[in-house]
């Protein structure tokens, strides 16, 4: 079945940091493939997406690039700021109902 | 004016117990989900209703109903309590192919 791999966290970082976060994927097909993000204390919102190879989806900074031959979808910005902590999940869907196959989640903690 | 909201916010109860949680969306979208969330922050779809029609339902112990009214409304009971269901439950809803809009999340605490 579908499947969705990312960094294990928490990743702390100072502001104005670089950030890197790893997602790999297992699907049949060609999947879309998502960045949620979950503030503290509120559910998931989208950050960005990407529906086919080579696509960037960029949003508040932060990009992702749908990288068919390495299976990835590892999101980047360039200078974190605090109010960017939050859980970021990565995600595929590969169905016609929009159902999501999450990865575990990565804590961003940024620090002053 | 918000998307998807749910009720309540937060529920505590005791073991063996029945509960329900509500969610509605004003959003006029199709499909409505159910997502369970554990301590260790990890998502698992538990439903889906497409208009009122269930189309997905994960392995969930039976204790766990989902009833659509309406295509706007997905509710969730939950019979018989226990402790290992403590958890945030999210309800979603999208059009089909669509970008998954999320309420606040359900922490529902068994005691």
């Known amino acids: 079945g579908d499947s969705v791999t990312q960094m294990e966290g928490p990743v702390t970082l100072s502001e104005e940091a670089c950030l890197t976060i790893?997602?790999?994927?297992?699907?049949?097909?060609?999947?879309?493939l998502f960045w949620y993000v979950q503030y503290p204390g509120e559910g998931l919102q989208l950050l960005l997406k990407?529906?086919?190879?080579?696509d960037k989806g960029s949003n508040k900074g932060f990009e992702a690039t749908y990288r068919k031959e390495t299976t990835s979808f590892h999101l980047e910005k360039g200078s974190v700021q605090v109010s960017d902590s939050a859980v970021y999940f990565c995600a595929l869907s590969n169905s016609g109902y929009s159902t999501l196959t999450f990865g575990k989640g990565t804590m961003l903690l940024v620090s002053p | 004016d918000t998307a998807v909201s749910q009720t309540p916010k937060y529920l505590v109860t005791q073991m063996g117990n029945d509960k329900s949680i509500k969610c509605e969306q004003n959003l006029g979208h199709d499909t409505m989900y159910w997502y369970k969330q554990d301590s260790k922050k990890f998502l698992k779809i538990m439903f889906s209703?497409?208009?009122?029609?269930?189309?997905i339902n994960e392995t969930v112990p039976n204790r766990f109903s989902p009833k659509s009214p309406d295509k706007a409304h997905l509710n969730l009971h939950i019979n018989s309590l226990e402790l290992g269901d403590s958890a945030v439950y999210f309800c979603?809803?999208?059009?089909?192919?669509?970008?998954?809009?999320f309420g606040e999340g359900s922490r529902l605490t068994v005691l």
């Open positions: 990407a529906t086919k190879a080579d």
């Open positions: 790893n997602c790999t994927y297992t699907a049949t097909g060609y999947p879309s």
């Open positions: 979603a809803s999208s059009q089909i192919t669509g970008e998954l809009f």
């Open positions: 209703y497409n208009n009122k029609e269930l189309i």
